[in-house]
């Protein structure tokens, strides 16, 4: 039987911990859906009711398109191990970019990512769970950020990431601002 709460519990806060994966999904009022999957050491606890987590940038970045006119996030863990479980929370978003007056503060929360470009603040007002049963069990075999993206965004350099962002990262697929570099 699932859960319906306002805020975590030390039991949900473990597994969060424990989940080398997780998905976000928000959306503006027009438009696409997002549903992102993220990982790395990319996602921190602040209190039962909220939680941090850092964007390393990739292809797009429709997140924090969609949190500038809509602030609605939903974060969503998975058992892929273990006891099964599914773990949605939802809230309200804000997004803290590099030269935003905040960011030194939370970015010391993280490993230091190249290519790092938004930190997301989730304020948790509702907490579910469910089953997962349908969720298939697998092993992690390794970070592929780790070994593939993150040393791609070190060989670029802080210029060579900020021309990939001006080239991807300012508009969302539908063409709303970002918000990366205004």
């Given at each position: 039987m699932g859960i319906k709460a306002t805020q975590l519990n030390n039991t949900l806060v473990s597994f969060i911990k424990q989940q080398s994966?997780?998905?976000v999904?928000?959306?503006?009022?027009?438009?696409?859906v997002n549903l992102s999957p993220k990982g790395l050491d990319s996602l921190k606890v602040i209190n039962s009711q909220q939680i941090i987590w850092l964007s390393v940038t990739g292809?797009?970045?429709?997140?924090a398109a969609h949190i500038r006119q809509q602030p609605r996030m939903t974060l969503m863990f998975?058992?892929?191990?273990g006891?099964?479980?599914i773990l949605r929370l939802y809230g309200t978003a804000s997004v803290v970019h590099p030269r935003d007056q905040q960011w030194e503060q939370l970015y010391r929360l993280f490993p230091d990512y190249a290519g790092a470009r938004n930190i997301f603040t989730l304020d948790i007002d509702l907490v579910t769970t469910?089953?997962?049963s349908g969720v298939p069990e697998m092993s992690?075999?390794?970070?592929?950020?780790?070994?593939d993206l993150v040393p791609w965004y070190e060989n670029m350099g802080q210029d060579g990431v900020e021309a990939f962002w001006k080239k991807k990262n300012l508009l969302?697929?539908?063409g709303d601002p970002t918000g990366l570099l205004d």
């Amino acid at each position: 039987m699932g859960i319906k709460a306002t805020q975590l519990n030390n039991t949900l806060v473990s597994f969060i911990k424990q989940q080398s994966l997780f998905f976000v999904a928000t959306a503006a009022a027009d438009g696409r859906v997002n549903l992102s999957p993220k990982g790395l050491d990319s996602l921190k606890v602040i209190n039962s009711q909220q939680i941090i987590w850092l964007s390393v940038t990739g292809s797009g970045n429709e997140t924090a398109a969609h949190i500038r006119q809509q602030p609605r996030m939903t974060l969503m863990f998975c058992a892929f191990s273990g006891d099964h479980l599914i773990l949605r929370l939802y809230g309200t978003a804000s997004v803290v970019h590099p030269r935003d007056q905040q960011w030194e503060q939370l970015y010391r929360l993280f490993p230091d990512y190249a290519g790092a470009r938004n930190i997301f603040t989730l304020d948790i007002d509702l907490v579910t769970t469910a089953c997962g049963s349908g969720v298939p069990e697998m092993s992690l075999l390794r970070h592929r950020a780790e070994t593939d993206l993150v040393p791609w965004y070190e060989n670029m350099g802080q210029d060579g990431v900020e021309a990939f962002w001006k080239k991807k990262n300012l508009l969302s697929i539908d063409g709303d601002p970002t918000g990366l570099l205004d």
